[in-house]
């Protein structure tokens, strides 16, 4: 079993920056891949980011690419994600995801989620 708690949620103006964490405990984190998904009211939950277990590989979902960066820590079993130049349309609730043999982009893939954290960018 896997436990991951998010954090570093909270309200900015549009153009700002927020970083969040996923602190992880339960499993060998080096041996996961982690990702970030998102939940807009109304919506369905989106692929956000993922990174591999060795750091070596990143994918980012069009609308983020350029403006988040996801990075691990696996001595810290800490993954992060770096949000730049918010936009309204970011605001959701954030969750970070786990799992071992993944599609990285496909939800139901994913074996262990967070309770999530709640983003919200103002104009």
């Known amino acids: 079993q896997v436990q991951l708690v998010e954090s570093g949620g909270g309200l900015v103006q549009a153009g700002g920056s927020l970083r969040l964490s996923c602190a992880t405990s339960?499993?060998?984190?080096?041996?996961?891949?982690m990702g970030w998904f998102r939940q807009a009211p109304g919506k369905e939950r989106e692929f956000v980011a993922a990174?591999?277990?060795?750091?070596?590989?990143?994918t980012y979902a069009g609308s983020v690419k350029g403006r988040f960066t996801i990075s691990r820590d696996n001595a810290k079993n800490t993954v992060s994600l770096q949000m730049n130049s918010l936009k309204p349309e970011d605001t959701a609730v954030y969750y970070c995801?786990?799992?071992?043999?993944?599609?990285?982009?496909?939800?139901?893939?994913?074996?262990?989620w967070g309770q999530g954290t709640q983003v919200t960018v103002s104009l």
């Open positions: 339960g499993r060998t984190f080096s041996s996961l891949i």
């Open positions: 990174i591999s277990w060795s750091a070596g590989s990143t």
């Open positions: 995801a786990a799992g071992v043999k993944i599609l990285v982009g496909l939800k139901s893939s994913y074996d262990y």
